[in-house]
């Protein structure tokens, strides 16, 4: 959510912002509508004044035994006319907050401009790529070991779902429990087991209602999956003002995560790179205002410590303004190699939000001995994503007999296994 003060003061450094992120000027509607809204309140406030001083006059009226029915009249028609103003002023208020609602987060100097990812900046790059004779997609791979099903997933649940058995079904557990550890007892993060399903508030603060409802998948009875537990982690500091020297908070959590990936028809069909379910380490941090820049490094380079760790080839990069999230000032996002596409895929997203969602949310600080308070800001990332992780982990460990070596910092979590064989079929 955007500050309307700022929009007042300077709207076109607002259309500007906004124009980077190839959205047409809006600062006179929002003006506009504010203005009504403003003005419906000054109305308000004359009638409710009014209102008393006629309330007034009725009881002197009254203790000198004099007739009040004009004054009765009048307060009759002050009531009425209040109750229109109110629900007036409710619609305006509504309007104005939809229409910044609607809008997405200003993108920070730095940031390149750009219309899509072909405008995005490589930063750094950490590995090499390993040289393999006859590299496989995940899925190949997972197949012939008989441990990746996604026949028999498809049957319960239809498409862009996957079925792991066996050590396939155990390294997937192993990677999060691999990254909670190193994010709890090396970052310093507190680990959040966090509920799966949020109410409308939750959803709003983190930018993912109203804009992006088709995106999740919502319950009969009101509640939304989470897509990702940036959302209610972010949201435990919603509705609360917080002490400035208790911040910068950083909590993580391994979670399921549900999205429709509605508009990603004929994208990543096969395997399991895009699934309407799958599980994520995230990562989130609450900074005071003057925090939020160092913060953001900082969450990148434990995604990345991650990555380095399991010896995989990464680099990354900053996304510019048409390619960034609704929520975002600024984002880094990382990489990892995967020789089955000869490319690099996104395993985690690094975002600094600024004071956008703590608006939506209403989450602040104080610094001790101040009265005033300041908009906190929020970061989120992903710490990374478990099944990627797993892709990144089968295609590069993948020997020539088809068996898949197993990181070392992962054995521990195997209870010792060292390397992937095929499935030993029934007879």
């Known amino acids: ?41 000054t109305s308000m406030q004359e009638g409710q004044a009014r209102r008393n001083e006629v309330s007034k006059l009725v009881g002197e009226a009254k203790r000198k035994g004099e007739s009040a029915d004009a004054l009765m009249a009048e307060m009759a028609t002050l009531k009425e006319n209040l109750a229109a103003l109110e629900e007036k002023a409710r619609l305006e208020e509504e309007t104005l907050k939809n229409l910044l609602a609607g809008l997405p987060n200003r993108q920070a100097s730095d940031v390149p401009d750009g219309k899509d990812e072909t405008s995005n900046v490589e930063i750094r790059r950490h590995g090499a790529p390993p040289t393999m004779n006859a590299p496989r997609q995940h899925f190949e791979i997972g ?24 050590s396939l079904a155990r390294l ?29 508030a939750a959803v709003f603060g ?9 995106d999740l998948f919502q319950t009969t009875n009101g509640f939304w999956l989470i897509p990702t537990a940036e959302v209610p982690l972010t949201n ?11 911040l910068p908070l950083r909590f993580t959590a391994k979670t399921a995560c549900f999205r429709s990936e509605a ?17 994520k380490v995230e990562l989130v941090s609450i900074t005071a205002p003057d925090q939020s820049e160092a913060e953001h490094e900082r969450m990148t380079a434990c995604a990345e410590n991650i990555l380095k760790k399991l010896g995989l080839a990464f680099r990354t990069i900053v996304l510019c303004t048409g390619d960034a999230g ?42 001790k001995g101040e009265k005033a308070t300041n908009f906190v800001h929020t970061l989120n990332g992903s710490g990374i ?17 088809g068996s898949v070596v197993i990181p070392d910092v992962l054995r521990p979590y195997m209870g010792g296994l060292e390397v992937i064989q095929a499935a030993v079929k029934a007879s």
């Open 326 to 367: 609704f929520c975002s000032r600024k984002t880094y996002d990382i990489e990892v190699w995967l020789p089955g596409q000869n490319t690099y895929r996104e395993i985690s997203s690094c975002s600094n939000c600024w004071d956008f969602q703590a608006r939506r949310m209403n989450a602040r600080c104080r610094a």
């Open 385 to 401: 994503a478990i099944g990627r992780a797993l892709i990144a982990v089968l295609e590069n460990y993948l020997q020539p007999d």
């Open 236 to 246: 435990m500091v919603g509705e609360s003002i917080l002490n400035a020297e208790d």
């Open 143 to 166: 197949e012939s070991l008989g441990l990746m099903d996604f026949e028999t997933a498809a049957k319960l649940s239809g498409a862009r779902f996957t079925l792991l058995r066996g």
């Open 263 to 279: 508009g990603s028809a004929g994208k990543d069909t096969r395997g399991m790179l895009r699934q309407h379910q799958f599980y």
């Open 1 to 41: 959510m955007h500050d309307i003060r700022l929009i007042r003061e300077n709207p076109e450094a607002f259309d500007a912002a906004m124009a980077r992120r190839g959205i047409a000027p809006v600062a006179a509607e929002i003006l506009k509508a504010d203005a009504a809204w403003r003005a419906t309140q």
């Open 206 to 214: 983190t930018g993912n209602l109203p804009k992006f409802a088709e």
């Open 172 to 200: 997937e557990r192993a990677l999060g429990n691999f990254m909670l550890d190193t994010h709890t007892g090396e970052h310093g993060y507190t680990e959040i087991s966090p509920p799966l399903l949020v109410r409308d």
